[in-house]
């Protein structure tokens, strides 16, 4: 025993973790306390949930509270249970060390919590495990011991849930909804995104509300990881569409500090919003960069291959893979005129050789080249050539035949 309690005191020297060690509930030894009320004394409830835990598990483990403090513990062969902690991992929040002191009957005062790591704890309760049984751990076993427990409780936390979202007809957001939305990202479809028209859904607050689940009972909380989500989805999607890895890296790492000092929902809402926005402008910047006239020469290219076919400029953007907005937009800028007005056109240049190098009916052009009828056919024709069809067909009738 007394080797027991060196090992325990040397760990506790080079850890300042807290260790107790107890048989039949009764204190032997412990390391570390003294610096604060010992919390195993203020609240047995620790100490009676920690054993019963014990009572059932053959190897060390890990039990957390509140997500940022975790509690080691073990038996020994000879009947000694040996709890170690609490630790704290990581900063504190505001008002912790008070909450902790209320959970458990603690003079807020008095309160002294190691801040280490669980790879620490782990390490500590390998060695003690090894002193004690002489089978070799590693931290990573019982981490795994660990994840057993938890996920268990996963597994039963979501029956439950999934029950509660039956009962009270929750919808949520399908797969394609959420894919149209950060498809607006990865096509730079900027324009969209500031009218808020996302997708099949419009997207804003109440759909937030109604359509993407509970993912704390802290509405704030709620809130900020649905925007830490959206943040690093919406980084990805901007990669998907060109932007370069490094500065979408980057510029998540900016937004998620932002959201960091972000303290109400409508500072988080309107974050999220603006990360939609600045990513697809840099995916547009990328677009324009890569290319800034190959989206129109495939235009041109899909139009002429299409004449006798009907098309919209929404089939043109989809096949070369971009939105109709930005076709629209680039595709002006170049050629001074519209996509379907440049599709008309070669309509009716296709047209004209028809009329003048073939014997089809002009009724039979106009269906062949997509018209709605023959009059709208001979409507366009005269509004562009200065003639109507038949005129045209009989001018370059004579001309040909003069010219021979």
């Known amino acids: 025993m007394d080797k027991l309690f060196y090992i325990l005191e040397r760990i506790h020297r080079m850890t300042s973790i807290q260790i107790r060690c107890m048989k039949h509930h009764e204190k032997l030894i412990s390391f570390g306390y003294e610096s604060m009320q010992d919390p195993f004394d203020c609240d047995t409830g620790i100490l009676s949930a920690l054993t019963q835990r ?25 009947g000694c249970q040996i709890i170690l902690g609490p630790v704290l991992l990581g900063e504190a929040k505001p008002f912790f060390h008070s909450e902790y002191a209320r959970r458990h009957n603690m003079d807020v005062n008095d309160i002294f919590i190691k801040r280490s790591s669980l790879n620490a704890i782990a390490s ?29 409780t996963v597994e039963a936390s979501l029956q439950a849930y999934m029950m509660d979202n039956s009962e009270g007809d929750v919808k949520r957001l399908s797969y394609a909804d959420e894919h149209s939305v950060f498809q607006r990202v990865r096509e730079g479809d900027v324009e969209s995104i500031r009218a808020g028209r996302l997708g099949r859904i419009p997207f804003d607050v109440s759909t937030i509300e109604r359509q993407v689940g509970k993912t704390a009972t802290n509405m704030l909380k709620h809130y900020e990881y649905i925007t830490c989500s959206a943040i690093t989805l919406t980084s990805r999607a901007a990669m998907d569409g060109g932007m370069d890895a490094m500065s979408a890296y980057a510029l998540s790492d900016i937004y998620h500090q932002r959201l960091e000092k972000a303290k109400t929902i409508a500072e988080m ?57 930005y076709l629209s937009r680039r595709f002006t800028k170049e050629e001074g005129m519209g996509v379907m007005d440049y599709a008309r056109n070669k309509r009716i240049e296709a047209a004209a050789n028809l009329l003048r190098y073939s014997d089809e009916s002009i009724s039979s052009i106009a269906e062949y080249l997509c018209f709605t009828s023959q009059s709208h056919f001979g409507s366009v024709f005269k509004s562009i050539i200065g003639v109507t069809p038949q005129q045209y067909r009989e001018n370059k009738k004579l001309i040909d035949v003069v010219s021979a």
Not at 56 to 73: F, Q, T
Not at 125 to 131: K, M
Not at 133 to 138: M, P, V
């Open 54 to 78: 014990l009572d059932v598990c053959k190897k060390p483990m890990l039990e957390y509270e509140d997500g940022i403090v975790v509690y080691g513990a073990l038996n020994d062969a000879s």
């Open 124 to 152: 500590a309760l390998a060695l003690i495990h090894f002193e004690c049984s002489g089978e070799r751990l590693t931290e990573t076993d019982i981490a795994v011991e660990l994840n057993k427990t938890i996920d268990d």
């Open 269 to 325: 809402l309107a974050l999220s919003h603006e990360v939609s926005i600045d990513f697809a402008t840099h995916v547009r910047e990328a677009i324009d960069k890569r290319s800034q006239s190959s989206y129109v020469e495939k235009s041109k290219s899909y139009i002429a291959g299409h004449l006798n076919k009907p098309f919209t400029m929404e089939d043109i953007a989809q096949a070369i893979g971009i939105s109709k907005s």
